[in-house]
């Protein structure tokens, strides 16, 4: 992005929403008056997030928090909750219309009660105008009805590959394969050297979802189409998953009882060289204060998923939102301080202060330097950018949800993969779980 | 206590009509219904704010389409339609039946066999008994991590004991395989669950007066008949309590399979609480959850009533003569 000055964009952005007055007047108007407008006298503002990944995450949010108080006076109390736990907390807030006036939350928990929350069309508008426009996945999350964003995207915890250099290398790989073809044959080589892969199979939320959506994604399949009709029982499917069951018979055994941490357990203790996860091994080892854990760092290098006969290297990562609710007294300060976050000044550094943990949004912050500085942090930079959605390609909403907290995918993948039924069969009765999510 | 009651209203009715404000209040608190009413009280409000009233909201929210963050219609017997022709949830139903079965006989067994050997007068007898109770103190969900550990594909230190004696090849993959999974998970449960079974047996056995034991062995009956002809029939009251809760424990367990398997692998542990849990919160189908967790409410009751009127109905219980 070229050096745009506060001052020139305003100019330019203005003069777009000038342009822009096909739209209906009074919104544009609304919109021009809350983007102008200060925040409300006296006001006080609730957060809850989901807690930290990594400790400088929080050190730095709590650090642009108290930046924001010192400049507009306005109190600022930040609540922490296990991501898991902060869905259920926004979805009480949302139904009892009282709680945190701004919700940190994850996947598509704003498309579960979009009308409770404060539309930030303006607000996003602002951003994606200054920073080079938002990836395109965060269209699909948060502007469902393609006019109003009901949330404002926060970034994505990239689930990438993780993988021993060493050992790839051992196996007759120079690099790490940039397709499904090398990437089976590496797994075969692997598991002759006896330095097998590992992928979570059990009923992990974070890991087993990322894998197995791209698994069927990069062969072209998906649970539904455009129109939300279910179509995962398809040819797509079944090539993915007799993929998956050769995957399988590569694996470290007990991979179907893994949770999300297991995979992180096996992998520093050096009982798999291939996996899916967040950045969170690597910073393990690299924190280590035991030599040997430690040692692993060096050997230890990231990469994208390989692309299958459709070309896909997506995976549905932990996408992250900011979304603001209707029942808050102070919307306009709400929207002031989620601003103030999300500009280079702030996002930027908390993007530093991950370390990689967080991937961003907005594409101007490729270009911050935490995806140069360490060439093994790299290929989670694209978590946003080669992100897509459980419920692709559908609208979300209960029925993706409740199809993702099913483990649909996870289970028929599971299901084939194993063994435990035909890979035919798997799919049809994928098919037949996921229908009555989707009403027929 | 009668006499007290009834001298007080007496006198009440001769008193001069002067008084007649503090004489009603005194009738009033000189009444034993409206005593008895007014000490229940605060026992009813507790048990109808706490109990009754979450109970009800969520028999309610089972007969709508509630999800997470929206109001549900009133939507008859839908739910209940939809999760009887759900795979998904006859597996769990299946699960719960087959976990509290197995898991309630092992652990009546067991603890039946604990609380007989700790009826003995043997060494350091309050010491053991306090470590009996360990595994019931431990917090569920610190105990569950532990087994989560033994369990493990990779670190599970059986695994890793009997492949040092040589006498497994590869590790047990104890949460992997279906059945496996069943089991090993019971196997945590009986862990948890003995100690409160055995504690209350052995309460049982002490109320038991020794002089009948000492009648039974002077008439020369062999152990056995002592405990099948003694002990057993004099201990069936408490094994009906223990072993109801026992079972309402077993049936409802949720923290135990949420934190080693979430259900998996391929939904062989779901139990219909853990599933109920899925389908409410993550899957935001409130109404659908709450309709599975009622579901459970006629066994229960089944259980209860089984209890009550299968193992206690005995005359001489009821404190008639035999």
Known sequence: MAKVTRRKFIKTGSTITAGAVVAPL???????????????????LRVLRWSRFVQGDIDQYMANVKKFTDKYGIEVRVDNESWEDVRPKAAVAANTGGGPDIILGTYDDANLYPDKLVDVTDLCEYLGKKYSGWYPVCEAYLKPDHKHWIGVPLGAAGSMIVYRESHVKAAGFSTFPKDTVGFLKLLQALKEKGTPAGFALGHATGDANTWCHWLIWTFGAKLVDEKNNVVINSPETLAALEYGKEMYATFAPGTLSWLDPSNNKAFIDEQISVTNNGISIYFATKNSKDPKVNALTADINHSSYPAGPAGVSSACHLFMNQMI????????????????????????????????????????YEKNSIWTSDPKVTPYSDACKLLRPPGYAGQLGYASAGALADFIVVDMVAEAASGQRPAKEAAERAQKRAERYYKV | MSARTVGPVVTASKAPPKRADSTTLQRLLNNRHFLGLLFMLPAATLLLLFLTYPLG??????????????????IWFENFAYLIGDQVAQLSLFNTFFYTLVASVLKFVLGLWLALLLDRNQLLKSFVRAVVLLPFIVPTALSAIAFWWIYDSQFSVVSWVLTRFGLIHRYIDFLGDPWNARLSTIGANVWRGVPFVAICLLAGL?????????????????????????????????????????????????????????????????????????????????????????????????????????????????????
Request: proline content about 6%.
């Open chain 1, 325 to 364: 609710f209707k029942y808050t007294k102070y919307p306009k300060a709400a929207k002031e301080f989620i601003r103030f976050m999300m500009e280079d000044e702030q996002y930027g550094a908390w993007l530093q202060a991950a370390i990689g943990y967080v991937a961003h949004p907005l594409v101007a």
């Open chain 1, 26 to 44: 009074i919104w544009v108007k609304e919109a021009q008056a809350q983007w102008n407008s200060s925040p409300e006298k006296g006001a006080r």
């Open chain 2, 206 to 322: 002490q109320t038991i007066p020794p002089s009948l034991h000492e009648a039974a062995a002077l008439d020369g009956a062999t152990p056995w008949q002592r405990f099948r002809h003694v002990t057993l029939p004099l201990l069936t009251p408490i094994i009906a309590v223990v072993m109801t809760f026992s079972v309402l424990f077993t049936f409802t367990d949720f923290q135990l399979i949420y934190v080693l398997t979430r259900g998996g692998p391929l939904n062989a542990t779901h139990l219909m609480a853990t599933l109920s849990f899925q389908r409410a919160i993550p899957g935001g189908a409130l109404g659908e959850g709450a309709a599975l967790a009622t579901m459970m409410i006629p066994f229960l009751l089944a259980a209860i009533l089984f209890s009550y009127f299968g193992l206690q109905r005995r005359a001489w219980q009821q404190g008639a003569k035999d």
């Open chain 2, 57 to 74: 909201l969520g028999v309610w929210l089972g007969f709508t389409d509630a999800k997470v963050g929206r109001t549900g219609h009133w």
